[in-house]
């Protein structure tokens, strides 16, 4: 299945809109406003969440493994601030820690 299957236009119906994105894959926007990015078929972000909800909350996945507790954590224990307010550098810092792993190490 391709993103311009027919069949990946059921799966994404009327509610679901696709937008290419940068290098990281694809970005669904749902009609009520959530947003997810995906990268082959999995939940997937190397720069910030891969689900951002309309109201603000947000899920972190690393080739469709939810890291979301391991990223706050980290965040945490670093001194971090939190993710609304990072710049490239914590972006960068985030790819470097949790790409290879897929959230786990």
Known sequence: MTWGSPRADIILKATYWLRSQKADGKQVVKSGGDRLWFEDYRMHRLD??????????????????????????WVHENGLPPPSKWTDKERVFFALRFSDTGGVQ
């Open 48 to 73: 910030g969440p891969a689900l951002v909800y309309a109201n603000g909350k947000c899920r972190w996945y690393v080739r469709g493994v939810d890291i979301t507790d391991d990223v706050l954590m």
